[in-house]
């Protein structure tokens, strides 16, 4: 039976044969099974150093990193003679988490992980605005939360959960995250897919929420018409000309990046937190989330949290930062849109926050009350309040339920508001947040009946 297949299909044996003796053959240089012999390739070195040659000649030799090569060519830098070289051995003043690192290269001195300071050489202006904006302090604001040293390390570390995202801010700043390697093209950056793999999803949905809204829709009919390669610092010059190239719809890097600069960072930021507070009634509201937060005592001092706040940038601080950071995007809308239009429609997204506040700070008040009450149990390595920073490590449904009012909810309910989707403000974050509220309340009830007692003076 056995002689008879390979006596009816010689080739077969032949090839599995072959197969096993080249896999044997070498175990770095890994032959492409079926590929045929690979023709030298020529590449016109133009203006490449010859420390960078060498790292593309044993590369091609081997056989390995061919994409990288390709894009390289196809890239700005190929014609500018800036390669391999510049960006793989670490600068001098590179962090020691890229010095230290190990390397897979058979040069010793390369690393894998390329520094922003490597760009900062050519691209000063760049560099400097990204590391005063947010992308910049993302790594840190990952690893200050309590819920991430609870994950396994393959989550962070491993940049396969919070740290796949969160990278844009490791070791000082990954300039591949919208301008991906090794094509590095701003072309790219400039499209709004360029953001979506991070600002997409549970607690941050600007993607679906951007790509379903008014503005959306134009960029998903017109923008294959539109000419990318043109500056966002161009995108507005002669706006009455007519032109089919001239994008009409504004992307999320035209609105979050005017001008080109890299440094990000908006006037409420991801929490909406902003203090100081003009409007008593709304600073009581959110007084309560900044207990929720541990950012506050339920006496109301601040805890070692706030430092980490002003660190990361969470909040703005004073109220002539946040009206700059509003006012430039006001600036933006002017360009197509009247001013007026402009200032009422975000103020109605304002107003937003206030009314999801005045929900969140119900909820959270109800329950810091079943704590207050001994209710719920106070664990004796967590503050005596609920921590909205625990994420889903929180031991009872009613604070899961309270968490995801806070991260999923009202964030939606904001953001929509922000990203002109009215769908996403409504359905999906005002309402779902009401929906909470009333199972939070439904649910306190049931445990104090259970435990035989009652509110406290509420
Ligand atoms: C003598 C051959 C050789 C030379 C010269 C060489 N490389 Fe490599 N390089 C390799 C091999 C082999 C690997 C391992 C590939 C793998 O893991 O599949 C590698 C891996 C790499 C990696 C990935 C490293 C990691 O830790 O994952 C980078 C980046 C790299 N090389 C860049 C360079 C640069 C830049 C130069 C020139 C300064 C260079 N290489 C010169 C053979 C070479
Ligand atoms: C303009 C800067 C720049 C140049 C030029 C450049 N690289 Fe890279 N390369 C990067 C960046 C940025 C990363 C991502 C590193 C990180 O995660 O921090 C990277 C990652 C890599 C990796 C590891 C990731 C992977 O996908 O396997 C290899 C291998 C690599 N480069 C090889 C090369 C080779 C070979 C050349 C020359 C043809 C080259 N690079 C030229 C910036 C550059
Ligand atoms: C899909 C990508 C992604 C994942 C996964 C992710 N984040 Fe984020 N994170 C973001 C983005 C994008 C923002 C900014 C959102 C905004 O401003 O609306 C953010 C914001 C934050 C902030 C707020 C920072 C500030 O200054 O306001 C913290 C803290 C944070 N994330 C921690 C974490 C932790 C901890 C995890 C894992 C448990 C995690 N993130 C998982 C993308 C991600
Ligand atoms: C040795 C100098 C040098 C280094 C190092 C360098 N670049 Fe460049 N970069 C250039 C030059 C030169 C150009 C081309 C300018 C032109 O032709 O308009 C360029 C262009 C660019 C562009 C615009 C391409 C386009 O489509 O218009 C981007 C994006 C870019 N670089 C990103 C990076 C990043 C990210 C790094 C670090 C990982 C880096 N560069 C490192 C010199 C450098
Ligand atoms: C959040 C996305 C994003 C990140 C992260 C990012 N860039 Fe960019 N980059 C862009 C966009 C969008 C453009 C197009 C800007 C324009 O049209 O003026 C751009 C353009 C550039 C250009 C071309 C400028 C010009 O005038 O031609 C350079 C150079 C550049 N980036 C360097 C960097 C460096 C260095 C880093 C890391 C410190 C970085 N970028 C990180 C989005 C990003
Ligand atoms: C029409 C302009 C516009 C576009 C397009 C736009 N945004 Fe926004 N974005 C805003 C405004 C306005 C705010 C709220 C600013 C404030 O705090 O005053 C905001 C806020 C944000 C925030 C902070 C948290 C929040 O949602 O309130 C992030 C992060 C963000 N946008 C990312 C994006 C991403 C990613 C895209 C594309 C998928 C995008 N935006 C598209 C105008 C825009
Ligand atoms: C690799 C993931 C990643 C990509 C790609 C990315 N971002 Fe972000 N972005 C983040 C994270 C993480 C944060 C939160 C950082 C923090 O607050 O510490 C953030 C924060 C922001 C903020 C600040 C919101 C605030 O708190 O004021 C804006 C605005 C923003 N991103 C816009 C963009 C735009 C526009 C693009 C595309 C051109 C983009 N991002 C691409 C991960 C990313
Ligand atoms: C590049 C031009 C451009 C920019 C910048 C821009 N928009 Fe728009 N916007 C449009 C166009 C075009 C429409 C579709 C008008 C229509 O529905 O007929 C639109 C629609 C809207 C709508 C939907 C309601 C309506 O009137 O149809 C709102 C709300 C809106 N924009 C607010 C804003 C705000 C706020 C900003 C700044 C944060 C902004 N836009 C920035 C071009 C722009």
């Known amino acids: 039976m056995r002689a008879f297949i390979w006596g009816k299909f010689p080739h077969l044996f ?4 072959f197969c096993v003796a080249i896999a044997q053959s070498s175990a770095t240089a890994l032959p492409r099974i079926g590929s045929s012999p690979r023709a030298p390739y020529e590449i016109d070195w133009g203006k490449v150093s010859e420390d960078s040659r060498g790292c593309v000649k044993c590369h091609v030799s081997k056989g390995i990193t061919g994409s990288a090569i390709r894009d390289w060519q196809l890239s700005k830098h190929f014609g500018a003679g800036v390669a391999c070289a510049d960006c ?54 990952m690893t200050a939360m309590p819920t991430t040293a609870e994950q396994p390390k393959a989550i962070i570390e491993g940049e396969k959960g919070c740290g796949g995202c969160h990278r844009i801010g490791r070791d000082e700043g990954k300039c591949d995250s919208c301008h991906t390697r090794h094509l590095f093209a701003a072309a790219e ?32 009919t017109q923008g294959a018409r539109w000419d990318w390669n043109l500056k966002l610092a161009n995108w507005f010059d002669n706006p009455e000309k007519a032109s089919l190239e001239r994008p009409r719809a504004p992307v999320c890097s035209s609105c979050h990046m005017p ?51 002003k660190v990361g940038k ?26 007026t239009f402009a200032q009422q429609n975000l103020e109605a997204a304002d107003s937003i926050i206030k009314e999801s506040d005045k929900l969140m700070a119900e909820a959270i008040d109800i329950v810091e009350g079943l704590y207050r009450d001994g209710i719920l149990e106070r664990p004796k390595d967590r503050p005596p309040h609920p921590d909205l920073l625990r994420f889903y490590e929180v031991k009872c ?49 049931a445990l104090r009946a259970s435990r035989g007692k009652s509110s406290s003076g509420r």
């Open 314 to 339: 969470v909040a703005r601080l004073s109220a002539e930062e946040w009206q700059a950071a509003r006012d430039r995007m006001i600036a933006v809308c002017a360009n197509c849109h009247a001013r």
């Open 88 to 141: 793989h051995l670490p600068a001098k003043d590179a962090a020691p988490a890229i010095t230290g690192a190990s390397s897979a290269c058979e040069d010793k001195r390369v690393r894998r992980a390329v520094s922003p300071r490597n760009c900062a050489v050519c691209h000063p202006d760049q560099f400097g605005q990204f590391s005063q904006g947010k992308h910049a302090a993302a790594w840190l604001a």
């Open 14 to 17: 032949l090839n599995l044969a």
């Open 189 to 220: 950056a400039r499209r709004p897919e360029a953001c979506m793999t991070c600002h997409m999803g549970f607690d941050h949905p600007q993607w679906e929420m951007y790509s379903t809204s008014k503005h959306g829709s134009i960029y998903a």
């Open 397 to 445: 449904p009613i604070e899961q339920k309270l968490y995801t009012m806070f991260l999923e909810h009202r964030m939606r309910s904001f953001q929509g508001a922000f990203h002109m989707n009215p769908d996403y403000q409504h359905w999906y974050g005002w309402a779902e947040m009401k929906r909470d509220l009333y199972e939070i309340r439904h649910e306190a009830e």
């Open 259 to 309: 001008q080109g600069d890299h440094t990000v960072g908006t006037a409420w930021g991801f929490l909406a937190l902003r203090l100081p507070e003009k409007d008593p009634e709304w600073l009581g509201y959110r007084q309560k989330i900044l207990i929720g937060l541990g950012v506050l005592t339920p006496e109301g001092q601040p805890t070692a949290r706030l430092d980490v706040v």
